[in-house]
């Protein structure tokens, strides 16, 4: 059974940092298709980054390229979002995907409030 959990969300001044980490179980994640998706109260649930492949293509909204970053952890089995330089608008539940064999997982999902 594959299962991810999301881990790392919590408050943070606008300009700071937090890293996100979504760690999987029940299948190697290093060779998957992985996403970063996040949500604001409101809005619809929006792509930030994306991971692909043995070379570990990456792709970002545009709203975030520049600041954000999406890697591999291949020792702990996960992907990681590194945040810097956060914005108010970057608040928001962030939740990682992963697709593999025609099926989407979703984890649980971890906030991140960028506040003053």
């Known amino acids: 059974q594959v299962q991810l959990a999301e881990s790392g969300g919590g408050l943070v001044q606008p300009g700071g940092s937090l890293t996100l980490s979504c760690a999987a179980s029940g299948l190697n994640i290093s060779t998957k298709f992985v996403s970063w998706f996040r949500q604001a109260p409101g809005n619809q649930r929006e792509l930030v980054a994306t991971i692909s492949g043995a070379a570990g293509r990456t792709n970002y909204a545009t709203s975030v390229e520049g600041r954000f970053t999406i890697s591999r952890d291949i020792a702990k089995n996960a992907v990681n979002l590194q945040m810097n330089s956060l914005e108010f608008d970057d608040t928001a539940v962030y939740y990682c995907?992963?697709?593999?064999?025609?099926?989407?997982?979703w984890g649980q999902g971890t906030q991140v409030t960028v506040s003053s």
């Open positions: 995907n992963l697709y593999s064999d025609h099926q989407d997982y």
